[in-house]
């Protein structure tokens, strides 16, 4: 698990340390506008964001991966998270899938930071992990989570209702290399 950077950002595991920016994250109504039904619980506490941390440093230990901090390189700035989850849970009829998703403090979106982190871990997932595939879904009123899905490259797929939001599936497989 060893971290790493793109031009503006710093991918790193979460740690406890970063309750206090998880708890801002998720108590915000407009990060948690298209999350109703698959977004996970929101944080009544400084204590809640540090369960959820544990829950993700669970995965790590488990499955190797899980969401992961990104800061700002500049400043040093927790932004949000971005990676890859291993669900073993059934969603669209489908399981022991990686997920790709991501999510920020309101005060940098707009900047292209979705993007930037998104794609770093699709490079890193397929490049670097090897995975066969990566997934993800996302509500479909979720115009710039749909967008950025888009731009990197994964296709979409059909619509499904899970947790009572109407979701649009996505994917993409392993690269297949130029045959010299
Ligand atoms: C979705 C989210 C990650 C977007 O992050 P961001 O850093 O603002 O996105 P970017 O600046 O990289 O934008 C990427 C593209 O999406 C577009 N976009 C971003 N937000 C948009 C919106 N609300 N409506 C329409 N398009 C949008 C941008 O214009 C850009 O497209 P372009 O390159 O063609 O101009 C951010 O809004 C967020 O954290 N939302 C809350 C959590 C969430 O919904 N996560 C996804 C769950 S599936």
């Known amino acids: 698990m060893q971290d790493f950077t793109t031009e503006r950002l710093l ?14 994250l998720d108590t915000d109504p407009a990060v ?10 929101r944080p009544a506490s400084l204590a809640d964001s540090e369960a959820t941390i544990r829950f ?7 499955n190797g991966i ?29 399981r022991d899938f990686y997920d790709l998703g991501y999510r920020f403090i309101p005060r940098y979106w707009g900047q292209g930071y979705g993007y930037e982190a998104a794609l ?3 490079k890193h997932g397929f490049e670097n992990l090897k995975l066969p595939r990566i ?9 710039g989570s749909r967008r950025i899905l888009e731009k990197i490259g ?9 947790g009572g939001t109407r979701c649009v599936w996505y994917e993409a ?8």
């Open 11 to 24: 991918l790193r595991p979460l740690h406890l340390g970063d309750a206090a920016g998880m708890f801002e």
């Open 32 to 41: 948690h506008r298209y999350l109703g039904g698959i977004g996970g619980p």
């Open 56 to 62: 993700i440093q669970a995965q790590y230990v488990a």
């Open 66 to 94: 899980g969401r992961w901090a990104v800061l700002l390189r500049s400043t040093g700035e927790f932004m949000g998270w971005a990676g890859l989850k291993l669900v073993t849970d059934q969603v669209n009829g489908q």
């Open 120 to 122: 770093a871990w699709l």
């Open 135 to 143: 997934c993800a879904y996302a509500d479909a009123n979720n115009a």
């Open 154 to 162: 994964l296709q979409p797929g059909n619509e499904f209702v899970e």
């Open 173 to 180: 497989v392993t690269p297949i290399p130029p045959l010299s």
